[in-house]
């Protein structure tokens, strides 16, 4: 085997399929990246046997061949070379890597020995513009739960119906919901609870104009953008009946600048513990929303937000760390919070094209 490509791109390649490569298996063989050089295209695969990449890149081949080489090793030697032409060649189970001043020789694997790429009969398909499918899963995702004793809430509940995209995430103490129209999109009904981690890994993949289709098997999620596919399996279980936990009316609706609000709030977390609430007295009389944090044997902080308001006056407390982490992707400039009371669930929301919705138990005052 033998081919030159540019060094930049084939540390784009190897970093997007190292995201499949397997750091708890006893089997040294998961651990390497597969490399195929057939006609004009070069072949990356890695896999934990949960999670399969594959990623194509035109290349100039000389001679075809595959050899599975240490994915940790490959990746932080191409990191280091200089953006150039990088040529490699096997030559008796040892690849050598030479760009411009540099020569390395990596003893490898036998690609008989890799695992075959998934071969997936897709039972329903969405395509979804990858901009979009991007700022929904950002939205959902830091939601999820890091529980590994219930898989489910790991998850990202993923649905298309009647036009609507939806992507709901949820860890028991919050929601987060994001809903889109899609109607010029005349795909076929689709549901699935894909794991949170997956889809933020495709989510951070840069950004075009292309867009990321989603295809469904009994048991496995196949996801392909541009010159990669992934292959991951489904989380088994029943998603939380989510909606009986959005309340149907609330008693005081208030009306934020969503960057003045997340500024606020991150001053007066400052001040905070993780045990300490950050407390919300809404006043219908003055218009205004005070943000205050008392702390013990620290101190206390408070500021005061003007804001449209309408309801009545209300209190709430909320753990801090759960605002300023399920907002931080919105980039909307309003934002809605609506509240009952002080023992029920406060609701953050916007009201854009692209709606989202995020539930937070509050802390008793």
């Known amino acids: 085997m033998k081919f030159s490509i540019n060094q930049s791109e084939l540390q784009n390649a190897i970093s997007v399929v190292y995201k499949g490569i397997s750091t708890r298996s006893t089997l040294p063989i998961l651990s390497g990246i597969l490399l195929s050089a057939q006609g004009d295209v070069l072949m990356l695969h890695a896999t934990d046997l949960e999670l399969s990449v594959?990623?194509?890149v035109n290349t100039l081949i000389e001679e075809e061949g595959q050899v599975v080489v240490p994915g940790k090793l490959f990746l932080e030697i191409v990191k280091s070379l200089p953006d150039a032409a990088v040529s490699l060649e096997l030559f008796e189970q040892q690849l050598t890597v030479v760009c411009d001043n540099s020569s390395f020789s990596i003893k490898t694997l036998n690609a008989q020995d890799f695992p075959?790429?998934?071969t997936v009969e897709a039972q329903q398909t969405i395509k979804?513009?990858?901009?979009?499918?991007?700022?929904?899963?950002k939205k959902v995702a830091r939601v999820v739960s890091k529980d590994e004793s219930r898989p489910i809430l790991t998850g990202i509940l993923?649905?298309?119906?009647?036009?609507h995209l939806k992507m709901v995430a949820t860890d028991s103490y919050r929601l987060a919901i994001v809903d889109t129209d899609t109607e010029q999109y005349q795909d076929e009904m689709f549901e699935a609870v894909i794991s949170g981690s997956f889809l933020q890994d495709i989510a951070s993949l840069p950004k075009t104009e292309d867009d990321v289709s989603l295809a469904l098997s009994e048991n496995q999620i196949v996801v392909q953008y541009q010159n990669t596919i992934f292959v991951n399996r489904r989380l088994e279980g029943t998603f939380p009946n989510y909606q009986q936990l959005l309340p149907e009316a609330y008693t005081t609706r208030v009306s934020l600048n969503n960057a003045e609000f997340i500024s606020v709030v991150k001053r007066i977390s400052l001040i905070d513990t993780k045990t300490t609430p950050i407390k919300f007295d809404i006043n219908i009389d003055s218009q205004t929303l005070q943000i205050s944090s008392?702390?013990?044997?620290?101190?206390?902080a408070q500021g005061i937000l003007p804001c449209e308001i309408i309801g009545e006056n209300n209190q709430i407390a909320f753990n801090y760390a759960y605002i300023l982490d399920g907002l931080s992707s919105v980039e909307e400039s309003k934002l809605f919070l609506e509240i009952q009371n002080s023992t029920k669930p406060g609701i953050f929301k916007t009201e854009t094209a692209e709606k989202?919705?995020?539930l937070i138990m509050p802390v008793r005052i």
């Open 116 to 118: 075959a790429f998934p």
């Open 128 to 137: 979804i513009p990858f901009a979009i499918f991007s700022s929904m899963v």
């Open 356 to 358: 989202f919705l995020y």
């Open 294 to 300: 008392a702390a013990q044997d620290i101190g206390s």
């Open 158 to 163: 993923l649905t298309r119906e009647e036009n």
């Open 54 to 56: 594959q990623y194509k």
